[in-house]
């Protein structure tokens, strides 16, 4: 569009929010250690619980967030004025095989997505393996989904005939 915004309602003050948020995000891991791989093991290893208390503390601004802005925005995006709603997920077979798949990678390397990114700014140029592995994993799980997809629909195309 001519005014810059995309055909979704996202301008250059979507972005700039996004970066900002994104910014303080990985300011706050890099301040408060949690980008540094020993210090999650060492909270894996119930050692330290310095990261309970920062997960803690952002669940609580999070919740506090949230709540304030369902009040104001009622079911509004508040960037692009779209309406949005909560995606109520059920414990499935996904959840849980994607939940244990994901903490073994968590405990094995003691990096998750968000704290890998914040890591690589306090200058862990390792971590690259950790990102590495996740991009792999992630496109790996997304080629057996669509294989797996692709084989019901041929066979449900079988009987139909």
Known sequence: MSDGTEPDGRGARFHGLILIGGLLFGFG?????????????????????GLLFVMGGAAAVSAVTFTLGA????????????????RVKGLDRNVLVGGTVFGV????????????????????????????G????????????????????????????
């Open 29 to 49: 891991l890099g301040v408060s250690r949690m980008a540094r791989p020993e210090v999650v093991l060492d909270f894996l290893q119930f050692q330290d619980f």
């Open 71 to 86: 009040d104001v925005f009622r079911g509004t995006a508040p960037l692009t004025g779209r309406a949005y709603g909560r």
């Open 105 to 132: 990678g968590w405990g094995l390397s003691g990096i998750c997505p968000g704290a890998a990114y914040a890591s690589l700014g306090v200058g862990n140029w390792p971590v690259l393996w950790a990102i590495g």
């Open 134 to 161: 996740m991009f792999l994993g992630a496109y790996t799980q997304g080629y057996a989904r669509s294989v797996l997809a692709r084989r019901q629909g041929m066979e449900g195309t079988v009987g139909a005939d």
